[in-house]
């Protein structure tokens, strides 16, 4: 049997908050007791690794990841190698990423070659949702059978008419079918078929710079695909999870539909957070480097997003990390905004940046955890096995520096990207030691992981319903 103890830390969990030694055994978190205590005392250990002054916390549970993803005629730029190491370097250590299943294609195919992307080389636990972009019959059926794999899961795309886009009656046939499987309707909440016309009219106008991809692709446009999801759902009888909401008027759809007691549930993701349309506007098409979709918002849309995350409005901070380098990818977009492959980068600092919120006063230390770490592994059905310090779950581990301080930038992330959204930034926190399921990953700031470490991780069914 192998064992480790972490001694001396401060253990904070979405729960609680306390002074504990943490015993990990073969894998998995054997107990925890109260530091000093004899029952801590008690705890022998091949390894013990000294957290004194430090935070002992569940590592990150990514929930919104896309890999090597095929996107405007180029891939993301991280592959499963470089993007969980980098995920791992930020203190996460699952990642839930899509499969795409392509027009014509069935769900099987799908998530067959992500598996085989993900496969041997990972260095975290990764499962998968899927992306759902061709709802037939028999999409239907292989639904069922995804669920009883592990994948639990649906994304469906509002947005990117004749690419990844369902009309109203496709996600109401889906939904209907996870109102029956126990499956989780995960929504690109934006109305694409509007913003096609408003780009083509802005591109007639010679409005082709990054800023008009803010511009065109209106808050109002995205509250309006966030009420049509909820409604949709609520007629299905389905639980819905809007993915990467932006808007506070789409903030405000969720709060409506919670009020009167709807499962519907809210993700956001740390660049609407910390970033705005300002940077969409910087000049020589650096803006370029902040499209996505939802896009980036005005600043004043952050107060909303800030205060869903405390209200439990949005439940779920997520990266929606999907790179594309600036050099020769980002670059597809110049003189037309609209080619510019939609993600940004963000696996890697998801836990430093929220940290900053938390010394920042926006959010509380267990907040913190919950949002990063427990919800989206509920959200997910991955609980309490991630997303927690509990014995029996995975030894899962970060063992994190609360006082420590660094800048963030592309010269020193290992993300696979020629560029960081957050470049120059300074964060207060920093992860030191990355354990998963008990093998340390990141030992003091230095990488000992390795590819294939990482296993393929089956879900259960979304654990906010039970
Ligand atoms: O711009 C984004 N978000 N790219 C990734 C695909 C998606 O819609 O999540
Ligand atoms: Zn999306
Ligand atoms: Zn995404
Ligand atoms: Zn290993």
Not at 106 to 116: F, K, N, Q, S, Y
């Amino acid at each position: 049997m192998s064992r480790t103890v972490i001694r001396g830390g401060l253990v904070v969990t979405a729960a609680d908050e306390i002074h504990a030694d943490v015993l990990i055994e073969d894998g998995r978190i054997a107990a925890l007791a109260a530091t000093g205590t004899p029952a801590a005392e008690a705890f022998t250990a091949e390894r013990t690794l000294d957290a004194t002054g430090k935070y002992v916390i569940p590592g990150g549970v990514d929930g919104h990841t896309h890999m090597e993803m095929p996107f405007g005629g180029t891939y993301a730029s991280d592959t499963f190698e470089t993007g969980t190491r980098a995920a791992a370097w930020g203190g996460t250590t699952t990642v839930v990423d899509f499969a795409i299943q392509t027009r014509g294609g069935t769900l099987r195919e799908g998530l067959d070659a992500w598996h085989a992307k993900a496969e041997g080389n990972c260095a975290i636990d990764y499962g998968f949702h899927m992306i759902v972009s061709d709802v037939r019959e028999e999409t239907l059926k292989e639904m069922d059978l995804l669920v009883e794999e592990g994948v639990t899961s649906f994304k469906q795309f509002m947005a990117y008419p004749g690419v990844f886009y369902s009309d109203d009656g496709q996600i109401l046939r889906a939904m209907q079918r996870a109102a029956d499987n126990g499956g989780l309707i995960m929504m690109h909440a934006e109305n694409g078929i509007a913003i096609d016309v408003l780009v083509e009219q802005a591109l007639a106008r010679g409005e082709s710079d990054p800023r008009f991809h803010g511009e065109v692709r209106k808050a109002l446009l995205e509250a309006e695909a966030t009420h049509r999801a909820i409604r949709l759902a609520q007629v299905a009888g389905a639980p819905l999870y809007v993915v990467h909401v932006s808007a506070r008027e789409a903030v405000a759809e969720l709060t409506r539909a919670r009020d009167e007691g709807l499962p519907v549930f809210g993700e956001t993701c740390p660049q609407y957070l910390f970033l705005s349309t300002d940077n969409l506007a910087e000049p020589d098409f650096e803006g370029a480097k902040y499209v996505c979709s939802t896009p980036l918002r005005p600043r004043d849309h952050q107060a909303a997003l800030w205060r869903g995350l405390r209200s439990d409005d949005l439940q779920v901070v997520s990266t929606d990390h999907c790179p594309f380098c600036f050099s020769g990818q980002k670059e597809l977009g110049r003189g037309d905004f609209s080619r510019i492959p939609n993600g940004l980068p963000g696996v890697e600092n998801r836990m430093d940046l929220l940290h900053q919120a938390v010394v920042d006063g926006h959010l509380t230390r267990r907040r913190w955890i919950d949002i990063a770490c427990a919800a989206p592994a509920r959200m997910f059905g991955l609980y309490p096995k991630k997303g927690t310090l509990a014995p029996g779950a995975d030894a899962d581990v970060v063992i994190y520096d609360p006082h420590a301080e660094q800048v963030i930038s592309a010269r020193t992330h290992h993300m696979n990207v020629d560029y960081s959204a957050y470049e120059g930034r300074r964060v207060t926190g920093r992860v030191e030691t990355v354990l998963s399921r008990g093998e340390p990953v990141i030992t003091e700031r230095a990488y000992t992981g390795h590819a294939g470490h990482g296993v393929y991780t089956p879900r259960s069914t979304c654990q906010y319903l039970d």
